[in-house]
């Protein structure tokens, strides 16, 4: 298993470093420089942003390349001197497969080593149907099918599958890759990571909002930025708070259940046993509730017109609900401001305890974006601290309802960039359980 909460001795404070260690720690630099670079980038300018020499860089370059994690895309002549060699990541080092467990869908992508989509699926698990806890074997068995439907795609293109990861709606046990809990999906205790062992890979399963913030961080809008929090609403709200570049985890990992904040001591009964958590008002689940109210109310007739509506107020679901805000429902868009409202409070709480330079809404709010954001920005104006505010900024998430997935791409990806080593072909079996030889 390549796993970095497999890795020995991790549980070292301090890791002393011998030769090899070295030469490891030198081959993940360089390549997650040629990573960030985003394209082609010249062999002179990795030797001087990495500060080796040009026999080290060279050396590791030719490692790199023989492994197939990067390749040469001709020369550049640019600048005096001789036209320099071009290097870049190699899509084709292999594939790798993000996969999501959401309350009412499962979604599966296929994506190469620059993170490029190859193929995705999305499936309705629940019937749309919120209320009804989702059948444990049956969703596993459907979100297994698709990946091993993705894996197919890797066997016919003659690739090599490096890694799956999994984001699922609760909270993760790292070290093991079980769901411990998920409030919305009413599961617990299940063992994922040693369920998917069946495919012979190595497995990463996180928590939804984390990946998604984490592959916001790498692949999306976020890049480049230390300080952020991603808040993410898929039925539930999770959150995922970078701290200096890094997830915060907290001391068994938990953080970042910013969802289960309380903002009305009073309010509505939430999932988690707890009353007016954040979720309960801003939450998709709550905004579908509170819009079947006001359709109950007879005050959202361009809503229940809608065919897939048709005056049936337990058919409204969020797409509904953004659909008539687009049309100006004056009653849904009430009701989306007043989500706005929430939203700004509770981002403005977040601000004055991690003063972030950004917050990414991702899932159904960047979907609502722009029917709750000019509210929630006035309610951060009026409510955070000046020096918090100051120069932050709100952004829609870069995926949308796809964060989770292309988070989980991106945690795999991060894993070979930070241990090329443990992913080189002689030590990553192919899908026959066959490894390469040895360079
Ligand atoms: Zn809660």
Redesign the pocket.
Known sequence: MANSSLTPNASRRYRTGDQNWVREHNLSIVLNYIWEAGGPIARARLTEISGLNKSTIGSILTELQAWGYIKETGTSSVGPGRPGVMIDINPDAGRVIGAEIGVDFASVVLADLKANVLWQRTIETNGHDYSAKPNQDQVLAQTEALVVEAIAQVEAAGQRLLGISLGVPGLVDHATGTLLFAPNLGWSNVPLREMWQRFKVPVIVENEANAAALGEHMLGNARQVANFIHLSAGVGLGGGIVIDGKLYGGVGGYAGEI??MTLAPDGQQ???G?RG?W?TLIGPTAIVNRVQQVAGEGRAPILMALPEVNGNIQAIRMKHVLEAAQRDEPAVLLVLDDVGRYLGIGIANLLNAFNPSLIVLGGMLSLAGPYILPRAQREVEARALAANRAGMQIVLSAFKSDACVMGCVSLIIREILNNPTAWRPDRVPNLRGEFAASS
């Open positions: 969802g289960h939430c999932k988690c707890n958590c979720e």
